[in-house]
């Protein structure tokens, strides 16, 4: 009885860190998704500012009141 009370303990402990660490994996990969996200952005109105030469592209990227994505 004794046995199978820290077997299923540590059975519990194993199953929260592998929780625990698929939590962290998520997170880190929300992050990298968003700043793959925000890299794109900053690419497009510098392109669009510098390359093209469109200058409505400062009141689109740079407005205080950002339009919802």
């Not at 402990?13 to 793959?36: C, F, H, P, Q, V």
């Not at 409505?56 to 740079?62: L, M």
Request: proline share 4%.
């Amino acid at each position: 009885m004794l046995r199978q009370r820290t077997a299923m303990r540590s059975l519990v402990k194993a199953s929260l860190a592998a929780m625990i660490i698929a939590g962290a994996n998520l997170a880190a990969l929300a992050r990298a998704d968003e700043t793959a996200s925000n890299k794109a952005l900053v690419l497009a109105a510098v392109k669009a500012v510098f390359i093209d030469r469109d200058a409505s592209a400062v009141d689109r990227y740079w407005s205080p009141r950002l339009p919802p994505m």
